[in-house]
């Protein structure tokens, strides 16, 4: 496994989160490459219900996920949902996605977390290969309305 630091991002570290988050939206939407855009990478580490962690490899960040601290309601306790996680192609398949993961999982120890979850698309073949291999299938769906396409209705 590759040497890496995970460490919780706040709004001083925008301007190397910007092109990670645009390289995420690129392998994303499949368009032409976003800019990196430093103000939304501001508005994103400011967010009141958002956290960022990022993964370090001798000071540049490789990766991130962001995440939610979150109510679980049958039980009262909390849980971790991972929204996001993203490291760069030139980084993987050296352990770092993992490692995010992890130090969530720390987290979630730390903040007494009944579990950490995170919805992923089905289609990353490499990314549901390392899920399945650290985390248990939750038995649900995830589905998506577009709100765009209510409103043509």
Do not use: C, H
């Amino acid at each position: 496994m590759t040497k890496v630091d995970i460490k919780a991002l706040g709004p001083e570290d925008a301007l190397q989160l910007a092109p990670l988050i645009a390289a995420y939206a690129q392998a994303q939407r499949r368009g032409a490459p976003r800019r990196p855009d430093q103000f939304y990478a501001e508005r994103i580490l400011n967010d009141r219900t958002a956290e960022v962690v990022g993964a370090f490899r001798d000071q540049e960040i490789v990766g991130f996920a962001i995440f939610f601290d979150l109510p679980e309601i049958i039980t009262g306790l909390r849980v971790g949902q991972i929204d996001e996680i993203y490291v760069r192609p030139e980084d993987r398949q050296q352990g770092i996605a993992r490692r995010i993961i992890e130090s969530l999982v720390n987290e979630g120890q730390s903040r007494g977390w009944m579990e950490l979850r995170w919805i992923v698309p089905g289609k990353n073949a490499p990314a549901v290969a390392l899920y399945d291999k650290i985390a248990e299938p939750a038995g649900w769906k995830g589905y998506v309305i577009p709100i765009d396409r209510l409103a043509s209705r």
